[in-house]
Nanobody
């Protein structure tokens, strides 16, 4: 059994910052790519940022220069530092990880989601 547990969401004023964390636990042999997605009301879920096991990163154009994704492989954790937040960043943010459990092929796993609201 593999679990992803997110934390760090909340309410912040425009221009503010938040840091999201997502920790993977359970029967883990290897973690491949990790990433953050978001879904705003009435919209499709979209990729925000992703990071490979080697540390290569990829960002949506809308967050480049404002968000930074990082990971701590020793802690099986991925982070999303969000700066200069805008109202349009308001969404539920989901952690995603491609994980190979012991004795099985890799699968995509999702966190439960954490709400980020940017409002004055």
């Amino acid at each position: 059994q593999v679990q992803l547990v997110e934390s760090g969401g909340g309410l912040v004023q425009p221009g503010g910052s938040l840091r999201l964390s997502c920790a993977a636990s359970g029967n883990i042999f290897r973690i491949n790519d990790m990433g953050w997605y978001r879904q705003a009301p009435g919209k499709q879920r979209e990729l925000v940022a992703a990071i490979t096991s080697g540390g290569s990163t990829n960002y949506a154009d809308s967050v480049k220069g404002r968000f930074t994704i990082s990971r701590d492989n020793a802690k099986n954790t991925v982070y999303l530092q969000m700066n200069s937040l805008k109202p349009e960043d308001t969404a539920v943010y989901y952690c995603n990880a491609n994980i190979a459990p012991y004795g099985d092929r890799s699968h995509d796993y999702w966190g439960q989601g954490t709400q980020v609201t940017v409002s004055s």
